[in-house]
Each structure stands twice: as structure tokens, then as C-alpha cells.
């Protein structure tokens, strides 16, 4: 048997083992200090339960970022030999998409019908709570560039209407 022993003060809580009959253990008990007796194999498989379910959870956030194709937002994408990145001026997500849009579209232009490029390298032209957008995009949500798009547009919409920065 288990006797979980609690104070009934602010001190902290004291948990303490102890093997015996029932009767046997009411002599080590205290006044003013609150018991719950526990049956000593049903805590211990509740514990084994625990244990199975932290090391599931251990394996699963180890082997989240151990599958690369899991975190990747366009799978098979095939990089040109000779492929350089363009330059791209950096989206943060307070000028309008669509002009930024534009202009990755005509930096890319060599490759604007290899649709896993676009949206491989889009990554490279956000910065900041856009780039963290990007991230946290869900593979089965977005299967296109057009998919791509729309979702960047939805995302920053608010800003669509407003009058191009001037230079």
C-alpha cells in the first residue's frame, strides 16, 4: 500500500511509500496531515501508462525535426544546376502583397513555370512574422503556387489598398 501524506499547511506536499497493512500504518500517520490510501499495483500501472505516454511524446518531437520531408513545404523540388537565388527585398508584412508578389515573380521570371521553384524559394523573400507565416504553413493546404498566392494574399489583405511606398 502507498500512503500519499499532505500537509494541511502551505509547506509542500511530501510524498511518502510505506509497505504494510492498513492498521499497521495508521501508527505513522500524523494528526492534522491529510492520507489517501492507494492500491500500490493499480499506481503502478497508471505510472507505466505515464511513462509509455512521455517517451511517445520524446520520440515524436525528436523525430519532428529528424524527417526533413516532413518539414518541408514543397516536396521534390529540383534545383537547377548553376541555380543562384535572386535578391530579393524582404516582405515584413506591412506593404502590399501584391506588389511584393510582383516583384519576386519578375526576379524569378527564368522560372516562373517551375512552380516548386516559386514556392520553394518564396521563403527567401520574407523576413520577420511574414517568414514565420511561411513556416507554419500546412503541406496539405498548399499544393500550388496559385494555392501559395491565394493564402499570402488572404494573410495580408489588410494591406492590398494601400498607395505605393515612395522612394
Not at 500512503?3 to 505513522?28: H, I, Y
Not at 529528424?66 to 521534390?76: M, R
Not at 504553413?137 to 496559385?146: F, G, H, I, N, P
Request: glycine content about 4%; some cysteine.
Amino acid at each position: 500500500m502507498v500512503v500519499n501524506k499532505v500537509s494541511a499547511t502551505t509547506q509542500p506536499r511530501v510524498l511518502q511509500v510505506l509497505t504494510g497493512e492498513a492498521s499497521a500504518m495508521k501508527d505513522n500517520i500524523s494528526e492534522g496531515v491529510q492520507t489517501v490510501l492507494i492500491n500500490a499495483d493499480m499506481t503502478k500501472s497508471k505510472l507505466d501508462v505515464l511513462e509509455e505516454r512521455l517517451t511517445m511524446i520524446e520520440r515524436a518531437s525528436a523525430y519532428e525535426f529528424g524527417n526533413a520531408a516532413g518539414l518541408c513545404l514543397v516536396l521534390d523540388v529540383v534545383i537547377p544546376p548553376k541555380f543562384k537565388v535572386p535578391e530579393f527585398e524582404k516582405y515584413k508584412g506591412a506593404t502590399c502583397p501584391k506588389s511584393h508578389l510582383i516583384m519576386y515573380c519578375r526576379k524569378m521570371a527564368a522560372h516562373a513555370h517551375n512552380e516548386k521553384l516559386l514556392m520553394h524559394f518564396f521563403q527567401d523573400s520574407l523576413a520577420g512574422m511574414s517568414l514565420n507565416w511561411y513556416m507554419h504553413l500546412e503541406l496539405a493546404r498548399v499544393r500550388s503556387w496559385k494555392d501559395l498566392v491565394d493564402a499570402f494574399l488572404k494573410q495580408y489583405k489588410y494591406n492590398i489598398d494601400m498607395a505605393p511606398d515612395k522612394m
